[in-house]
């Protein structure tokens, strides 16, 4: 073994490759429904290998410009993600759910950190057990930004790498509590408060049309718009033009005309005459309210031949935002639209007649060319998908963010700033902001987006994770796991509480959507998803984006506050 790992020492890029494919496949084990998740896994194994090297004298290393690198990459991807919802939650109807996402914020830190102080936990404790008790892995970065900030004095004889040691131990100790107890408490919340969320749900499914999670995956019902063939043999359509026919019936709209076996279009100016097979679109209710409008319904493969249109629509007009989904559907162009998707800050939430639209929202709708492009003006911009990232504007938004990063002020007695993670951080929300706004510019697919997450974080992480393996255990004892561990229950534990009390007794939110608050709170999809599992319901996703977006930036910077404080 010794040899074997002389040669990952002598070839950093097969150890670092070899970790983080060794911590995907790890993240990807389950035992009844849970596992670590690759980023977990991910400095386990880093910090397993190095541990284990270091029993034949081999001490793993690799450098810390690879590490900062893709921490940096990562933070912009996080940046790129939450900018249109974080400035979302400062919308009227969003800041409930943004207060609530701070207060649980504020909550784990002050609890980390007085835990810290109470029980004199070493330094790096604070940061770690502020990522793993909240599952916030990128905080991991921003205490080590600390560290390498001179932000906070290393005590005599304690070395960086000792800290950074400690930041990996108390986050591996903390994580699974952290991801377990979050799912179990925003599961369970509802039945400790004597409320039947299911119940509930279902009575505000009714209420505001919102689809319920357990309906069956195949179904006769399609909804929607939908396109017949009719053989004109009414002779009171007979002779009016396509314009004057769509005017005296706005529901509908014309995608083909086929005259004699060919296919001759759609003019607005084009005559109907008797025989002409019409391909008429429109939604279902209203195609079949009208029967015999213009004649007996044929199975035409030529006039139907049309290919339909598929965009993402972005919500930018004002007359538009506010409204909801009814509201919506009084215009009659929308009656040519099938809306298959909503989201809000990248997050899918479920639709409901009566969701309010919010500056930013992405439509994700299906019809023929002329009714989205239509759709397309009346609500925003139309966004065509693209596999091509704008790497010029990424550029841009990195040397940005690097220079905010620079940007000091004087706290805690000495000059603080965001620093290069936090700076990227802020570039990205500007940038994804501005962009999404313009559309001309700045293109990154969700592809290309999570890429940059996905593996700047378990890149990082796995590197945290071999750096620190060889002084972990100089420094692991079980009096002082006890204490992180403690600390990280308690930190993990009580701010749900907090976050439910406030936002049931003070603020009234339905306790089925305020389930999907608490999960956001704490910025961690798994709790809403098994909360959504438990309830048979989609409600629980209407209350998660807005907090998930701010917990996201707010927990990924304050493993550096968490370091300084503590």
Request: charge should be neutral; aromatic fraction near 8%; proline fraction near 4%.
């Amino acid at each position: 073994m010794a040899a074997a790992f002389q040669f990952l020492h002598d070839n950093p890029y097969i150890l670092l490759f070899l970790t983080v494919g060794l911590a995907v496949g790890i993240g990807r084990l389950t035992v009844a429904g849970y596992g670590l998740g690759m980023v977990a896994a991910a400095i386990v194994v880093g910090t397993a290998l190095a541990v284990w090297s270091s029993m034949y004298g081999v001490k793993l290393n690799l450098n810390d410009f690879t590490k900062s690198l893709f921490y940096y990459l990562f933070m912009y991807g996080v940046g790129l993600r939450v900018g249109p919802s974080f400035l979302n939650s400062l919308s009227r109807e969003g800041l409930r759910y943004a207060l609530l996402g701070v207060i649980s914020c504020f909550a784990g830190l002050g609890i980390i950190v007085l835990g810290a102080r109470l029980l004199d936990l070493p330094l790096g404790a604070a940061g770690g057990i502020l990522a793993g008790s909240q599952t916030m892995s990128a905080a991991i970065g921003s205490a080590e930004q600390a560290v390498s900030a001179h932000a906070v004095t290393l005590p005599p004889g304690t070395t960086a790498e000792q800290v950074s040691a400690m930041i990996a131990l108390s986050y591996g100790i903390t994580y699974v509590w952290g991801t377990v107890g979050i799912v179990l408490i925003t599961k369970y919340l509802p039945k400790w408060w004597g409320l039947n969320a299911k119940a509930i749900a279902r009575k505000y499914e009714d209420e505001h049309g919102v689809a319920s999670a357990d309906v069956p995956s195949l179904s006769g019902w399609r909804s929607g718009v939908s396109l017949r063939a009719y053989r004109l043999e009414n002779t009171a359509v007979a002779g009016l033009t396509i314009g004057k026919f769509l005017a005296d019936n706005p529901e509908y709209q014309i995608g083909n005309v086929v005259r004699d076996g060919k296919s001759i279009g759609c003019d607005d100016n084009l005559v109907m005459q008797l025989g002409d097979v019409i391909a008429l679109g429109g939604n279902k209710e209203h195609i079949t309210q009208k029967m015999g409008l213009i004649g007996p319904e044929v199975a035409d493969r030529d006039a139907l031949d049309i290919p339909l249109d598929q965009a993402d629509i972005v919500v930018m007009e004002k007359s538009v935002v506010g409204k909801t989904l009814a509201e919506l559907r009084t215009n009659p162009a929308a009656n040519h639209l099938h809306l298959v998707r909503l989201e809000r800050g990248g997050v899918p939430i479920p639709v409901a007649h009566d969701t309010r639209l919010q500056r930013m929202d992405i439509l994700g709708v299906v019809g023929l060319k002329a009714a989205v492009t239509y759709g397309g003006n009346l609500i925003g911009r139309i966004v065509r998908p693209s596999t091509s990232t704008d790497l010029l504007t990424l550029s841009a938004g990195m040397i940005l963010g690097l220079l905010i990063g620079m940007i000091q002020f004087p706290a805690f007695g000495a000059s603080v700033g965001l620093g290069n993670a936090g700076g990227l951080l802020v570039s990205g929300v500007i940038v994804s902001s501005v962009s999404s706004r313009l559309r001309f510019f700045g293109n990154t697919p969700s592809a290309a987006r999570n890429v940059l997450e996905d593996i700047g974080l378990v890149v990082f992480v796995a590197i945290v994770g071999i750096n620190a393996g060889s002084s972990l255990l100089e420094q692991l004892t079980g009096a002082i796991a006890m204490k992180i561990f403690a600390v990280g229950f308690v930190a993990s534990t009580v701010p749900p509480f907090i976050v439910w009390a406030i936002g049931y007794h003070w603020f009234k939110i339905n306790p089925a959507i305020l389930m999907g608050a608490v999960a956001g709170a704490r910025s961690h999809s798994g709790p809403c998803r098994e909360a959504a599992v438990e309830i048979q319901s989609n409600v629980p996703w209407i209350g998660f984006p807005v907090g998930y977006a701010v917990s996201g930036v707010l927990l990924t910077v304050f493993g550096y506050f968490a370091m300084v404080l503590a």
